[in-house]
């Protein structure tokens, strides 16, 4: 849709295939939200003429017999490198338009894949002598038709299950029992598409803030610049100190442990943490022991700290790569404060033809870069 940039768009129940031409000619727009937690979401918009096969194809097809439900993969292309945008499931169709108003057009919104995992109710189901990490595994199996490969971290609050003592049951739809079973331990879960056409991956495990970042995003360097618009905010009433109260099991007296905010996997960001202005108890964490409690807190103890922002738009085809979410990127030309590292937390993708843009939500938890160089 852009030079140097193609996209593609598969559709179809299960296994999408590639739409057809007269889908793609009247595809006018793609919006696609990714954030660090919780479900990605997406819109197709389509110009929609009286005899547009659109009307059978989706507002028939999404949710009528014989399909239940229609699978959308968005892919794009840039300077030869392939990146999945998107793999769900179409969830919603509206009609807009039309009359004096010209031609009428047709909106479908959609989630990623992990909507599919919230529409059947499977309470009761046993998992006798299963720690939480294997019981995420026998629930994503279920789901290995939509190309899903589960990528699971154990933790270390290993709790295996005695059968005699007790037995686990499944509680409530899929996505919801695995996000409590997240919730837990302090991991996140979520599907991210890719890295092919039709491939997912389901990660259960800590948030991770380390890895190769991306190529820095450059703000106010003249021809070096690749974004549009940068802006940077410091909120420092948002630290806060969690502090976990357990008991001591002889003596049944609480006690209270600080949960510092740094980890191996989220590492400082910066070389001037913010000093927390606020204490958060946190309760229900009696029944664990010290190291137990502390490994609960640290991922909220993490977030409570990112009180280094960013916002901005750039040109994917300036920029010469799409920019992901749950990743590190660079920035250069924001002051001596805002440059460094930041982690990427939510992107929104708008494409149309001729323009590819994306507007970035970054987090960091300390002023000042620690690097002595930001990698380009």
Not at 125 to 140: H, N, S
Not at 190 to 207: F, L, Q, V
């Amino acid at each position: 849709m852009v030079s140097g940039i193609n996209m593609g768009l598969m559709i179809g129940p299960a296994v999408p295939i590639p739409a057809p031409r007269e889908v793609m000619e009247a595809l006018t727009g793609v919006e696609i939200t990714t954030a660090s937690t919780g479900a990605s979401g997406f819109q197709l918009t389509f110009n929609l003429s009286k005899r547009s096969p659109l009307h059978t194809l989706f507002m028939l097809a999404g949710g009528a017999a014989p399909l239940p439900l229609v699978r959308v993969v968005i892919y794009v292309t840039v300077n030869g490198i392939t990146e999945v945008l998107m793999d769900g499931v179409m969830t919603n169709h509206q009609v807009t338009g039309g009359g004096s108003s010209g031609e009428p057009q047709l909106s479908v919104t959609g989630e990623d894949l992990s909507r599919v995992m919230d529409y059947i109710d499977f309470s009761g189901i046993p998992y006798p002598a299963m720690p939480d990490f294997a019981r995420v595994l026998v629930i994503l199996a279920k789901y290995a038709v939509f190309g899903i490969v589960p990528l699971v971290i154990p933790s270390v609050l290993i709790d295996v299950p005695v059968p005699l003592e007790r037995i686990p049951l499944h509680d409530g739809k899929d996505l919801g029992y695995i996000r409590r079973l997240a919730n837990r331990v302090g991991y996140v879960f979520y599907i991210e598409p890719g890295p092919a056409p039709g491939m997912s991956k389901a990660y259960w495990g800590p948030e991770i803030r380390v890895g190769v970042p991306q190529p820095a995003l450059n703000v106010d360097m003249d021809v070096h610049t690749n974004v549009e618009s940068l802006s940077f905010g410091f909120d420092s009433e948002r630290a806060t100190l969690p502090i976990a109260i357990i008991q001591n099991q002889a003596t049944k007296v609480p006690i209270p442990i600080p949960i510092p905010p740094v980890t191996p996997l989220s590492p400082p960001l910066g070389l001037v943490p913010p000093v927390p202005k606020r204490i958060e108890y946190m309760t229900g964490l009696a029944q664990y022991n010290p190291i137990q409690a502390a490994m609960i807190g640290l991922a909220k103890a993490a977030r409570s700290m990112d009180v280094v922002t960013a916002n901005g738009t750039l040109n994917v085809l300036r920029y010469g790569r799409v920019l992901r979410a749950r990743k590190l990127v660079g920035v250069r030309g924001g002051g001596h404060a805002f440059d460094g590292l930041y982690y990427v937390n939510r992107v929104t993708h708008s494409i149309s033809r001729g323009e590819y843009k994306q507007s970035f939500s970054l987090v960091r938890n300390a002023l000042v870069s620690n690097l002595p160089r930001i990698p380009v």
